[in-house]
């Protein structure tokens, strides 16, 4: 995974907390210069990975998170094939 785009998404997300589909979009707008279609799908994938696994964390915390956690994780896969659908289309030229 390329770190930089890694430290990146640490900043806007996590540290700015921008919403993850607006990072995506300036990404695809080259606002922090050219990345790949690959490096940015990678860290999609990553980040995709990360959540279901804390969704999966919370799930052990007790009944009522048990029983979202296949909703949640369902939903979390949903909007990670909605953003990397945008990064294929952008770099498809769409």
Request: proline share 3%; hydrophobic share 40%.
């Amino acid at each position: 995974m390329n770190e930089h785009l890694w430290e990146l998404y640490q900043t806007v997300c996590q540290e700015e907390v921008r919403p993850l589909d607006e990072f995506v979009e300036r990404l695809l707008a080259k606002e922090w210069g050219p990345y790949t279609r690959e490096d940015i799908l990678d860290l999609l994938r990553e980040i995709e990975g990360q959540m279901l696994a804390n969704i999966q964390v919370k799930a052990l915390e007790g009944p009522r998170f048990a029983e979202m956690a296949e909703e949640v994780s369902e939903r979390t896969q949903r909007e990670f094939e909605a953003l990397a659908g945008r990064v294929d289309q952008a770099f498809e030229g769409g």
